[in-house]
């Protein structure tokens, strides 16, 4: 049949609901979140974050900006989500290279796979001002998540907030975004 | 400051993450999906739906698509997901006025968000080619995981076959993406 | 067979086992009582009020007070539980209608169903001591169960706290009691 | 405070929604339920009984079935739910006396404590009509909810149905009931 | 064949895994540890405090030492954990018998019974200076995981390091590590 | 203070309770067994491989073998546990280079880490007797925890068994006691 290979892959990509984000199952959060969870919160930030820069006159493609998000974790569903502690053992461009084939694998039966790919690719190199966009969200997506934990009871996250103290956003409207998530964290 | 209202509406749409399609419960399937998971699922069979038929020239709004996927179940974030049982004992206008006035209430800090309740209405009221498209990637996606279940062990989910089995598709490739789940079913 | 309706009913009821008391899992609690879990407890606390308030000679009838706490939310395995957030969305009179239309279907195999139907309602409607008694308790169990996540690490239950301050308790007995609860809350 | 002895009580027994029925855990099922779970159920299946005897004119004391119901697992909250290779390893009397002695303690601030110490008795003597109605319910509600796991896909709970088929149950109405569930298991 | 009796002996163990660390559940954490999650726990630490003690010239025996911590709880297949408030309730001796009785049944598969069932012994009665070692390891493992509950947002838990502060440790060096874990309590 | 890294790590070790082993997941079984568990359970695993083969004349280093099970997949604290879909995507020395940074960190506080990352590289190349044996009985485990999950229900993983079937076992014990399991799958 035409579509056998699409469906499978629509069947693998829901492994991604079990799959958990590691960094938090090792920190004993209660209830470890799936990877796509992340995707959808990720997504939804991506979205907030153009309609609010678009209504400023920032012209970025939306479809750009949900495609990438969409897509941004996506070869997880065969790597696996790497904490940070893992990424600091395996050498960059490895895990580059792994992701790459992962992804080519799974979206090869999609007719736009390449375009797919190369938004990816510009995701993963900051190299369009939406993928710069996308890398933001997936940052403010995690600390929502973060500060979720937080609000909920849970301790021991401070390192997060370090982390992304440090970072350089790359649009300022995300690090106002942040700073509102700070300014609610519990006392 | 500026963006607290929307600081927050990122942080309640989280809850997404926590929140069961609560029809897999009552039937006891082992791990629940969250309403965030089906979200993540329906936006990634909307792309792919629409990616074959754009290949195949019909011209689709992709933007549109992923945008109504992404907002189609975000009203749940406060009336949470209504199964099969309850449906029958609520007006079906009840509750798209529910869902409508939740709707209205959780994207009020975005500057598109009269755009977005407009896709959202036409994904409602099946009132676009995209909308349909989106309705097709809905039930799609929920038979995708309806098939991960059983071929993970569940039993018990025949109804959700059965009432798909009636369901009229909008689009062919629909169809046949259905019936190539449908033969994957554990024997 | 003559008992099968009989027979499927306590199937059905089994699945309030699996079934989250959604207001937690919005506020992100690490494990969520099932409406099971909710309906022992609160017809515990029924108990416990009844005896206590008979032994000062109030002569409640012990038989109505436990019938009424065991069916109180017994329309949620139908239903689901409606958090406050959907509350507000569904007008009462709907929500009402549903659950009475579901408790009569569920109860229906039972010859006493029409004594029990009428007892719900007095609960529903406050209409009887015993059934505001119910009311007390369902409330009372709510905050026992509120305390315990505190007390076990959870963060971010003031409302639940504020809303039942706010609340008139049909015996002076539930109020003292609630006080006590409230004492325990960590610092 | 006059109360506080009561307080404390509530706020234990909540514990109960938190503890497993071993047995299910110890067979690998998906989601083990608590023991307050199968104190609702066994509760409600006990009505259901009653109300089935009460309309044949058996004259059964609702409100003493209801109590025992309630009341026949508490002393786990101490002692928690010992699966049959554990009972047996502990002499019979020695576990009768441990929960003699929880109960006893547990129901104490209930000024009708010796009253519900009586009926727990008769329940684990089988010494009333109501007592023996209530050890056919707790059966009953562990077969119901051995066949929701089965329908619902697990497997190896054969020893379950083994072990009940030898039982003698106190009343007919029981053994057709427990036929009928026998009857819903999957093929 | 010859080995059918080992082999469900391996099955059995694995049984382990889904079993919870009771006095966790009933405290309310979200996560409880398995029982095979202490003992792996246990072996690790004692291991640990072997390799200090032997660097300092103590010469315990370091295979000992791992099959009494590999062993230490493997009854509880049978017995599951009781808790300290069951323990209050079972006489010692009777618990003891149990578990003799267990572990001789679990370990008969293994031509090295005996001398295993001497180990567990040794263990049992702090008869020995790998026994006492395997005792320390036991409680210091236990407050490891403690502390991890705490770090990560847990509360209610003093109890547990109230016990520990009166206890006895047999070897300074545990003593030690107790200190520096309770040192790590968050504030 | 002097045992502070010490202290350290045995906290970190007690991550792996938390951390899932993945390939479970990603085949949606109910329950996901920890790295822990696994463990735990390879060390008892290997434990009964040695004492039969010793039994029977071999002269396996016991000690040995405990301690190489104890620790064969410690790194994954750091690393996770990289299911197959993920080796195939990194490089086996870039894994091992990974693995052998992470266990010397992770083994640096102990006095006896040289001697336990030798015994730890043996496992890796298979290069002594006793490597082989855990090498198996890691094979083992796996299949006995497999072969839990299949009876209690568990689809799908066929591949698990075509995989082992395809192994060559470093002792007929091995393969004798894989047999057994294999006859014990449902039907």
């Known amino acids: 049949m035409e579509h056998d290979a699409l469906g499978e892959v629509l069947v693998e990509v829901g492994s991604l609901k079990r799959m958990q984000r590691t960094g938090w199952a090792m920190r004993g959060v209660p209830y470890v979140e799936s990877i796509a969870d992340h995707i959808m919160g990720t997504t939804f930030v991506a979205l907030a974050l153009a309609d609010v820069l678009n209504a400023d006159g920032q012209g970025l493609d939306v479809e750009q900006v949900l ?6 974790d996506l070869a997880e569903v065969r790597l696996t989500d790497l904490p940070a502690s893992a990424a600091r053992l395996i050498p960059a461009e490895v895990k580059s290279r792994a992701e790459a084939e992962a992804m080519a694998a799974l979206l090869a039966p999609l007719p736009g796979a390449s375009r797919l790919l190369g938004l990816w690719q510009a995701f993963e190199d900051r190299d369009s001002r939406e993928g710069r966009l996308v890398r933001d969200a997936d940052k403010l997506e995690m600390m929502v ?3 979720r934990y937080e609000l909920a009871g849970s301790r021991g996250l401070d390192e997060f907030w ?9 649009y300022p409207l995300s690090g106002e975004l942040y700073a509102r998530l700070r300014a609610m964290r519990p006392g």
Chains 1, 2, 3, 4, 5, 6 share one sequence.
């Open 67 to 72: 495609l990438m998000a969409l897509v941004h």
């Open 145 to 147: 998540q973060c500060l």
């Open 162 to 170: 370090e982390a992304i103290d440090a970072l350089v956003w790359h």
